[in-house]
């Protein structure tokens, strides 16, 4: 039997072996995660790594995994709500049985995060399992809850241990503005990337104000042109982001500028009908670009 004083041993073996699960998650479900992830120094790698993964568990439950498995609608918002309630219970209490949510109560318990930023992002999801059609004066809200708030959870992450920099409230307003506005361009670019999936196989459209099966070139641009303005101003404060920091995030805003391009030079008739991807090569063009000229660690 181990002896009773080993608790803290304990604990951090559990805490590993929920990390490290957190990893595989997102190793097995994000190519474009892992490539900007690999620009962290390891702490807050592991820390955004177990963010993602719970964000990765819920999504699965809402249109992947769990659906696949058979659940009914009233089952899956059940298994939806049981996963909000244990990763709140885990963030008051600082453990879980489940190993992801694990993992995530450990990152928020460091950072800072709270259900100010979780049930935002359980709401969203939660109204992916409504069959009725997203309203207009709904989409700020769902982008809010679904994107935004994790970009704010990221960077609770990145502002951690700035024991040389001063208190500066201006300076985390403006680092807040760029998160939430990179987390809502890389929803948008998701959204259109995910345009023909969502609306011809889950019946979704998170452009309410279009009609996706008469998409046109005046839609795309619009659409592009909004992601744009979000990309430009969350590209103001990565240079005000800690050096840790900063090579990742330029490389993630780098790939999804490079995403909305390559939208942008495709036929909205071809759009409808193709996920758009970078090549893992300019992927590593994007990294490594980042690596250098954001004045981040080179890996």
Not at 226 to 241: K, T, V
Not at 278 to 286: F, S, W
Request: glycine share 8%; net charge negative; with cysteine.
């Amino acid at each position: 039997m181990t002896p009773a004083n080993d608790g803290p041993g304990l604990l951090g073996r559990y805490d590993a072996a929920a990390e490290a699960s957190a990893a595989v998650v997102i190793g097995r479900y994000s190519t474009s995660f892992g490539a900007a992830a690999r620009l962290l120094d390891p702490a807050s790698r592991r820390r955004i790594r177990s963010i993602y993964a719970l964000v990765r568990v819920a999504d699965e439950i809402v249109d992947g995994t769990a659906r696949a498995a058979g659940l009914s609608d009233a089952e899956l918002l059940a298994v939806l709500d049981d996963l909000e309630t244990e990763t709140e219970t885990a963030m008051q209490r600082g453990y879980s049985a489940n190993l992801v949510v694990h993992a995530f109560a450990k990152t928020a318990r460091e950072a800072g995060i709270d259900e100010r930023l979780t049930r935002p992002f359980f709401a969203s999801m939660r109204r992916d399992l409504d069959p009725a059609p997203i309203r207009l004066d709904e989409v700020g809200p769902y982008i809010h809850g679904s994107a935004e708030v994790v970009g704010l959870m990221c960077l609770g992450v990145f502002l951690l241990d700035e024991h040389d920099a001063p208190a500066d409230a201006a300076r985390r307003e403006r680092l807040e503005t760029g998160a939430v506005h990179l987390g809502a361009a890389f929803q948008k670019i998701n959204f259109l990337r995910d345009l023909a999936v969502d609306w011809h196989e889950l019946g979704r459209n998170y452009f309410p104000w279009l009609d996706p099966d008469a998409f046109s070139e005046a839609d795309k641009a619009g659409i592009l042109d909004d992601i744009d303005h979000d990309l430009e101003l969350a590209g103001r404060s990565i240079p005000e982001l800690p050096r840790r920091a900063r090579a990742a995030v330029a490389a993630a805003h780098g790939l999804f500028s490079r995403l909305a391009k390559r939208c942008r030079a495709t036929p909205a008739a071809r759009l409808i009908d193709t996920r758009i991807r970078v090549p893992d090569g300019e992927k590593l063009v994007i990294a490594v670009r980042s690596a250098i000229t954001a004045g981040g660690t080179s890996r």
